[in-house]
């Protein structure tokens, strides 16, 4: 269909829908509005490394929103749009974003447009643009039902199968019941299907699956929770043109224990996901077997120990060369009101990964150290720290220290408050196979100034950042920025629920070895944000 | 080294016992001393224990327009007299639906904006009562609308990502994120080692929410940082999508193209966003090296790659070929003996590049394909014997079910030797991801 033609449709449904909502959901009817102008200029021979679009470009993004009753129903709905003319922001001039309409009563739903049912973690759990249905009444613990259809795309846009955005068309159709055996107890049946069509390029994968899943949770005893899900899916994938399909029968399982009692919380975990699950509308990593425990304790008021451990394998169906295991402990202390400092808050953790398969195999070390205190007027925030990346295959042998502090502090001077700022850190990288250390030296200062009488708030931050080099053929560089923000809410917008003017202005300077990949880019933003 | 090593027990010793008045218990997970106390308590599934001191729920994710309070209470002695639940800080107070076992649960329907002070009685047969001041929670209703309080959270991620505060990240990830916080933690802080001077730009296109407090997300972003590997500036665009559980926002799952962790985006991706733009993305191998890829999907943990030239001085007995596990370049050969992986000859006139095979190795060509477009090896349509030309790909299925592929970039020389300059990279762990 005509592109343009399709873009009025879409400003006669905006126009619409903005009319039709103000008339019908009265008070209940909020629309926000935000709308800026930018004006980007970006410089020097590196330029096409700027990812800001020269020019003055404009932004509009529109949101309508709504609720109400009728006829025993309640009913919401949520539209939105963009506009801009600046590509990097979006592919797409003028696009809608959201397209929502809901009603409900004691115990149906009715959902249709953006439509999102999380059905479990293996089989759904991602949007559509379609419609859904739910029965459950509540009252009577009757089995709660779920019907779900639609197109899965990211974006209304795909739907119109725009040139820019065009992709596979995926639909999508699946159910789900759920019962409460006991107030302790439910369990709930998935079945998700999808089917690929349309393929945009040749090289395009086509799939056509089915999901079958059942998901459980049961609180035993006090305190402790145990949740549970198995899925096995059929999909067919072709990928590419005149390439037969193939098929292929996975499954996945995972159970969950929470103990959340006193001082602790304790989560373990173990999940086996075949290697040919494929969780094409779920969530899922295929070729996975993973134990995963976590333990929070309170010692005290003052004394919280975090601890965990991750391992995971691959290789689950022998398909590989070798198996690779991955183990991640780690621990961490926090604790406040360190020497009886009323303000004090140090925290230590070390983490370790291991992970060995084949030729492979790594050894990483990641320990930080925070503190936080006041001293007189000045509030500090101080990190530090070391990691070492140590390979038996010479991959990368690093040893890294960062270092950075953050002084700030806050002054009333009459009906203005001041916030000054001043931030240094550090980074240090000694390379053990190339025998080189880099480093990064970084400062900032910053202001903020609030009015609350005006209802103004602004920051201005200056600094830069620089990275020395010694490795050859690599570049040395140097960033210099400095970053307006203004935010004001005037009296003359003081009728709206809220009226915003702002101004955002950037500079950034980049400097390299190379002189030839230098650039300067400059931006000024300045909008109206709205809504009542 | 173990200096270092004594050096962090030490501290850590010392931070553990510096300045603490720690009670003298232990873990004492599911129980309590109380006679009478809460063993679990969730409002709208969402743990009342995490979701701290003041709570807003919003308008968009209640499915019935109510608000949910479930738990289990617990009495050491005796039953279960009753439950009872005050929303206006114990002016009123409402009987909970329980049964015997302790379970019970409690609905209202909230107005907006209205701020709910909650506070759950539960009382056993002899008048004994739980600790009523810990279940106090401040309620609100919100008809914010669900995008503001998205974009607030993603623009508080891209702050902290941008200034490398990897604690001030992680506060917005659900410990039930499905890549693992774990997996996601140590990413981001390999991202800052990788990147200098981070800037990235977003709009929404699209954000849904869901049932059980979920909200769907999706976001065209524009992204520049300085490689602190080669020092060089990299930039990119894309579209991709976010899962957040409220209560308040935490992030629960991202696919790729990722625009955090994207140095361990095997592990902490669950999905690629569907697009057939063809844009390249950036990722990082394990040397953490900048490498574009299509929709950023990772880069083979143990992916070799580089770039060489092989020698024709004559296309019948005497070129060169290549072995890809070793990157070498094999010697000059006689014909029909393939030393490496494959051998390429190079015939004058067109030039007439001929691939040729050793025993065991099959192969694909890819005309006009860019390797960098080559993320994953096809599984099937392979051959024994290719002749691709200048500007065409190769994908090789190796005797040892391993995958390889290369790109011919250029052939030079005006006469024998010609010189055939190839891109290559190998996937050694077996899977067909480059």
Redesign the interface.
């Known amino acids: 269909m005509d592109r343009k033609f399709l873009q009025k449709i879409l400003c006669v449904i905006l126009a619409l829908s903005c009319s039709v909502s103000i008339l019908f959901a009265g008070d209940n009817l909020?629309i926000?509005n935000e709308f800026s102008l930018t004006h980007n200029e970006v410089s020097g021979p590196?330029k096409?490394?700027?990812?800001l679009t020269e020019g003055l470009r404009y932004?509009n993004?529109l949101?309508v929103?709504g609720?109400g009753q009728s006829q025993g129903f309640?009913y919401?709905f949520?539209i939105?749009g963009?506009a801009?003319d600046d590509l990097?922001?979006?592919?797409k001039q003028l696009?809608l974003?959201?397209f929502?309409f809901r009603a409900?009563d004691?115990s149906n739903?009715l959902n249709l447009g953006?439509?999102?049912?999380?059905f479990s973690?293996y089989s759904l759990?991602?949007?559509l643009k379609g419609v859904s249905y739910?029965f459950y009444d509540?009252s009577a613990n009757t089995p709660d039902f779920?019907i779900v259809t639609g197109l899965?795309?990211?974006?209304?846009d795909?739907v119109w199968r725009d040139h820019e955005?065009?992709?596979?068309e995926?639909q999508a159709i699946g159910g789900r019941i759920k019962y409460n055996f006991?107030?302790?107890f439910f369990a709930g049946v998935n079945v998700v299907g999808l089917d690929d069509d349309r393929?945009?390029?040749t090289t395009?994968s086509l799939y056509n699956s089915m999901v079958y899943s059942l998901d459980l949770e049961y609180?035993p005893?006090?305190?402790?929770?145990l949740k549970t899900e198995s899925a096995f899916n059929t999909t067919k994938v072709s990928?590419?043109e005149g390439?037969?399909y193939?098929t292929r029968h996975g499954h996945a399982h995972k159970f969950e224990a929470v103990?959340?009692?006193?001082?602790?919380?304790?989560?373990l975990e173990y999940e086996r996901t075949d290697p040919n699950f494929q969780?094409?509308l779920g969530?899922?990593?295929p070729d996975r077997e993973?134990a995963?425990a976590?333990w929070r304790?309170r010692?005290?008021k003052?004394?919280t120990v975090n601890s965990?451990f991750?391992w995971?394998r691959d290789?689950l169906e022998h398909?590989?060369?070798?198996t690779?295991h991955n183990y991640?402990p780690?621990i961490g202390?926090s604790?406040r009101?360190?020497?009886?400092?009323q303000y004090?808050t140090?925290?230590?953790t070390?983490?370790f990964?291991r992970k060995y398969?084949?030729?492979?195999s790594t050894s990483?070390h990641?320990?930080?150290?925070?503190y936080r205190d006041r001293f007189g007027i000045f509030d500090s925030d101080t990190n530090i720290?070391?990691?070492l990346y140590d390979?038996e295959t010479r991959?990368?042998d690093s040893r890294?220290y960062?270092y950075n502090t953050m002084l700030s502090s806050r002054h009333t001077l009459d009906k203005v408050i001041l916030k000054p700022s001043l931030s240094l850190g550090g980074?240090t990288?000694s390379d053990e196979l190339a025998d080189t250390r880099?480093i990064?030296y970084e400062y900032s200062i910053g202001l903020g100034m609030d009015i609350p009488d005006h209802k103004i708030t602004s920051d201005l931050r200056i600094g830069m950042?620089k990275?020395e080099?010694e490795a050859a053929?690599?570049?040395?560089?140097l960033?210099s920025f400095a970053n307006l923000s203004l935010y004001y809410r005037p009296d003359f917008l003081a009728k709206l629920n809220y009226g915003m003017l702002f101004l955002r202005a950037g500079l950034?300077d980049?400097s390299?070895?190379t002189g030839t990949?230098d650039f300067r880019e400059t931006s000024v933003t300045t909008g109206l944000n709205i809504q009542f | 080294m173990k200096a270092?090593k004594l050096n962090?027990v030490m501290?850590?010793l010392i931070?553990?016992f510096?300045?603490?008045?720690?009670?003298a218990?232990w873990?004492?997970?599911?129980?309590?001393n109380d006679e009478v106390s809460i063993?679990?308590l969730y409002l709208n599934k969402i743990?009342y224990?995490?979701s701290g001191p003041e709570v807003t729920v919003y308008?968009?994710t209640l499915?019935?327009?109510l608000i949910h309070l479930?738990g289990?209470a617990?009495v050491r002695k005796g039953k279960i007299g009753g439950i009872r639940v005050t929303t206006d800080n114990k002016d009123t107070w409402q009987e909970a639906r329980f049964?015997d076992?302790?379970?019970f649960?409690f609905?209202f329907r909230p107005e907006m904006n209205k701020a709910y002070v909650l506070f759950v009685e539960i009382m056993d047969t002899a008048g004994k009562t739980n600790d009523i001041e810990a279940t106090r929670k401040v309620v609100k209703l919100s008809?914010q609308?669900i995008?503001?309080l998205v974009k607030e959270t993603l623009d508080s991620m891209i702050d902290a990502y941008q200034s490398?505060d990897?604690?001030g990240f992680m506060k917005y990830v659900s410990?039930t994120f499905?890549?693992?916080e774990?997996?996601l933690?140590?990413a981001i802080?390999r991202d800052?080692?990788a990147f200098?001077?981070i800037?990235l730009?977003y709009?929404?296109?699209?954000?849904?929410?869901?049932?059980?407090g979920?909200?769907?997300v999706?976001i065209?972003f524009?992204?520049?940082v300085?490689s602190?590997?080669?020092?060089?500036?990299?930039?990119d665009?894309g579209?991709t999508?976010f899962?957040f559980q409220l209560g308040p926002a935490r992030v629960?799952?991202m696919k790729n193209p990722l625009i955090f962790g994207l140095s361990d985006a095997?592990?902490v991706a669950?999905?690629t966003?569907?697009?057939?733009?063809?844009e390249l993305n950036i990722t990082l191998n394990?040397?953490?090296e900048v490498r574009l890829t299509e929709s950023g999907t990772s880069v083979g943990?143990?992916v070799i790659s580089g770039t060489t030239t092989l020698r024709t001085t004559n296309p019948v007995n005497n070129f060169q070929g290549f072995i890809f596990a070793d990157e070498d370049v094999t010697t000059e050969t006689d014909g029909g003996n393939i030393v490496g992986d494959f051998g390429m000859a190079i015939e004058a006139g067109g030039p007439i590049i001929f691939t040729l095979l050793r025993t065991g190795v099959l192969a694909k060509v890819k005309t006009g394909t860019r390797i960098e477009q080559i993320t994953t090896a096809?599984?099937?349509?392979y051959v024994n014997s290719v002749d691709p030309g200048v500007g065409d790909s190769v994908i090789f299925k190796l005797s040892?079910?391993?995958y390889a592929a290369m790109e011919i970039m250029n052939v030079t020389g005006g006469g024998y030797p010609f010189y055939g300059t190839i891109k290559y990279k190998y996937q050694?762990?077996?899977?067909r991801n480059f």
């Not at chain 2, 096809?378 to 349509?381: H, M, N, Q, V």
């Open positions: 909020h926000s590196g096409a490394s700027s990812s932004m993004v949101g929103s609720y309640d919401s949520n939105g963009k801009t990097r922001n979006d592919a696009s974003t959201n929502q409900s004691k739903t953006d439509t999102f049912e999380s973690q759990s991602t949007s739910r509540e779920t899965v795309y990211p974006r209304w795909n955005t065009k992709t596979v995926r006991t107030p302790d393929r945009v390029r395009d609180r005893i006090p305190g402790l929770t990928e590419g390439i037969d193939t103990g959340d009692g006193g001082p602790s919380r304790v989560n969780a094409l969530s899922a990593t993973k995963k976590r304790y010692y005290s003052t004394l965990g991750l995971f290789n398909q590989r060369s070798f690779t991640r780690e202390v604790v009101r360190v020497f009886d400092r004090s140090a925290g230590l070390y983490k990964d398969g084949g030729t492979s990483n990641i320990t930080n150290f925070n720290g070391y990691t390979t991959v990368i890294q960062t980074w990288a880099d990064i950042s990275l080099k053929g690599t570049d040395d560089s960033r950034n980049f390299y070895t990949r | 270092i962090l501290v850590f931070v553990i510096s300045g603490t008045n720690a009670a218990k873990w004492i997970f599911g129980q309590s063993n679990y743990s224990d995490e308008r968009e499915q019935d327009g479930t289990r617990g049964s076992n302790g379970a649960e609905s008809d609308n995008t503001g490398e990897a604690a410990d499905t890549g693992d774990m997996n933690d140590r802080r800052f080692n200098d001077g800037s730009r709009t929404l296109n699209n954000i849904t929410a869901g049932t059980g979920m909200v769907y999706s065209s524009a992204r520049s300085i602190t590997r080669d020092g060089r500036p990299y930039t665009k579209i999508e899962v629960y799952n095997e592990n669950t999905g966003v569907s697009s057939s733009s063809g394990e040397k953490n943990s143990n096809d599984e099937s349509g040892n079910n391993t050694p762990d077996g899977t």
